[in-house]
């Protein structure tokens, strides 16, 4: 497809010409009843930019997908001016779609128009398959099928019905709507229409009822299922940098954040001294002298993302680290199957590590204990449905744990359970932030408002995405704002149009506040983990508040949040 897509980019302008003679309702009068309102649309071959023009005119927030540089280029001078902040561009192609991927986003609508006879034979069922992967429940594919040959060296194949709905059926989607062929809405004579709405009616996967049964009715003699099953929530909702490989309907996250997390859930419940298992004299496997041990100081918030190590603290993490995935390996992963032993959910494919004198908590680091797969199905699970499984888990957890003796005996609250599970210590949200804010204005600098502008006098700390939503402390997230701003924004999420306005704000205060080589480490690794397609070694302010827009949209999505 790499031949056609160099067609396109090299006749750009011609191309452009072409799309934007007809309209939008000339084009897709075929599946009218099906036109999207307010909704999440995936624009993918986008082109010139007409039709994401048309879709985010009527509401819609448009992610537009157009391989070819120039084309896209064009499309984004089409949107830019009017409707920015409603669509966003990305450089993607079938059938990798990676960039895509890594938004982390299910859609209400896919429109793939004009482009499936590009598509080789060999290549349509993954194609299929990862743009069905892309479907909220209830979303509808829009599919067009071209009849005709191409009179310039564009590479096309044959085009049938029977084939989408094989594919359909095979990927679980249902056939809504099917039109009549239609002559060419530009006039060639040799060229006909054919458009398929498809729906996703369910995730189809039956991944929500499985992790159900896991948390309420699998057998468990300590904690450690539904440890493992909160991590990879957590890491699903919160880190899209994280996956490391996709293919074959399977997922592949970093080993080492597994890991990263585990420590962090388990190590308020260690230190308070709440046992984890049902036999009252067995330790726990990951909690060993010379590695969990000679970190005992350490609290749960200082295992953190873009921290540094050395020497003996740094030997002691990397054998926490090795000893804690030899417990998840011999547990969770083994004992969490599904019809018989060998039918496991889970896979972990280690790395040997040779031990380094000071460690660098990055992205390379957590990558280099090996991987941690589970399906796609199960990781969309995790990522959609998580807001509703993370409560579920947290109650059945406290549940085991009093079931246990020496929990019982010491009548621990209720309070005090919920306490020690908290994933984040609220004290210290915003402290490096403020001190930073504070540091600055000691100096003579003027510090000034992200969302106005205006020099601050007295200034609250934002959580740009709202921390009640997201539990994120990233330091791209921690914006400085006038306490009145902080009040009137509360628990919402920027609109996008906000953001666009306010954009050289925050680079303004990401540049003035985050300017040593430590503290910029910190921001793009936090930010290469939190953020979508943040490029390795990213040193690039832009590259991340681009990214940052992106997951709004689909946190907007997923939880549902209300816009300010």
């Not at 007409?50 to 949107?79: M, S």
């Not at 009715?217 to 990879?232: F, I, V």
């Not at 970190?295 to 993302?305: E, V």
């Amino acid at each position: 497809m790499s031949k056609t897509i160099d067609i396109y980019h090299q006749q750009a302008e011609l191309f452009a010409a072409q799309y934007d003679a007809l309209s939008f309702e000339q084009v897709h009068q075929s599946w009218q009843p099906y036109w999207p309102k307010e909704q999440l649309v995936l624009d993918i071959g986008a082109g010139s930019g007409r039709d994401a023009f048309w879709l985010a005119a009527q509401g819609n927030q448009v992610i537009a997908v157009e391989p070819a540089e120039d084309l896209r280029r064009l499309g984004q001078l089409k949107t830019r001016a009017a409707l920015a902040p409603k669509v966003q561009w990305l450089s993607d192609s079938l059938p990798e779609l990676k960039a895509t991927y890594q938004l982390n986003l299910r859609f209400n609508t896919i429109l793939l128009s004009a482009v499936w006879m590009h598509i080789s034979p060999s290549e349509r069922q993954r194609t299929f398959r990862k743009i069905a992967n892309l479907l909220a429940p209830g979303g509808h594919f829009i599919l067009s099928l071209r009849y005709g040959d191409f009179s310039d060296h564009r590479v096309a194949y044959p085009v049938s019905v029977d084939e989408i709905n094989e594919l359909a059926s095979k990927f679980g989607l249902v056939l809504k709507h099917l039109s009549a062929r239609t002559a060419d809405a530009g006039g060639r004579v040799d060229v006909a229409w054919q458009t398929l709405v498809l729906m996703l009616p369910d995730d189809g996967s039956g991944s929500l009822s499985k992790v159900r049964h896991i948390v309420v009715n699998d057998n468990k003699s300590s904690t450690y299922k539904l440890a493992l099953l909160r991590t990879l929530v957590r890491i699903a909702e919160a880190h899209p940098g994280a996956v490391i490989d996709r293919q074959d309907g399977q997922v592949g996250i970093a080993l080492g954040l597994v890991a990263l997390y585990w420590i962090r859930l388990f190590k308020r419940l260690v230190d308070s001294d709440m046992q984890q298992n049902a036999d009252p004299a067995k330790g726990l496997g990951f909690v060993k002298p010379d590695g969990w041990g000679k970190l005992a100081k350490l609290t749960a918030d200082d295992f953190a993302i873009g921290n540094f190590y050395t020497g003996e603290e740094a030997l002691a993490l990397q054998q926490l680290f090795a000893d804690t995935l030899s417990t998840i390996k011999a547990g969770p992963v083994t004992y969490i199957w599904q019809g018989d032993k060998s039918n496991t959910l889970f896979r972990m494919e280690r790395h040997k590590v040779a031990k380094r004198s000071h460690v660098l908590i990055d992205r390379d680091f957590l990558a280099s204990f090996g991987c941690f797969v589970l399906s796609e199905d199960l990781w969309n699970c995790f990522r959609q449905y998580g807001c509703w499984i993370e409560p579920l888990l947290v109650q059945q957890w406290i549940a085991e744990m009093q079931k246990y003796q020496r929990n019982a005996e010491r009548q621990i609250s209720l309070e005090s359970y919920h306490n020690q599970l908290r994933w984040l210590d609220q004290q210290h949200d915003t402290r490096l932030v403020r001190q930073k804010v504070a540091g600055l204005r000691s100096s003579g600098a003027q510090v000034c408002s992200v969302w106005s502008g205006a020099p601050l006098y007295s200034f609250d700390i934002d959580h740009c995405v709202p921390f009640s939503y997201w539990p994120n402390n990233d330091l791209w997230n921690l914006l400085p704002a006038s306490q009145a701003e902080n009040r009137k924004k509360r628990d919402r999420l920027p609109s996008q149009s906000r953001m666009q306005h306010c954009a050289n704000h925050i680079q303004d205060w990401w540049r003035q506040a985050w300017q040593t080589d430590a503290e910029q480490q910190r921001f793009f690794i936090e930010a290469g983990l939190s953020l979508p397609n943040i490029s390795p070694g990213c040193r690039d302010f832009a590259e991340v508040l681009h990214a940052m827009q992106l997951q709004m949209v689909g946190i907007k999505q997923r939880l549902q949040v209300a816009e300010w």
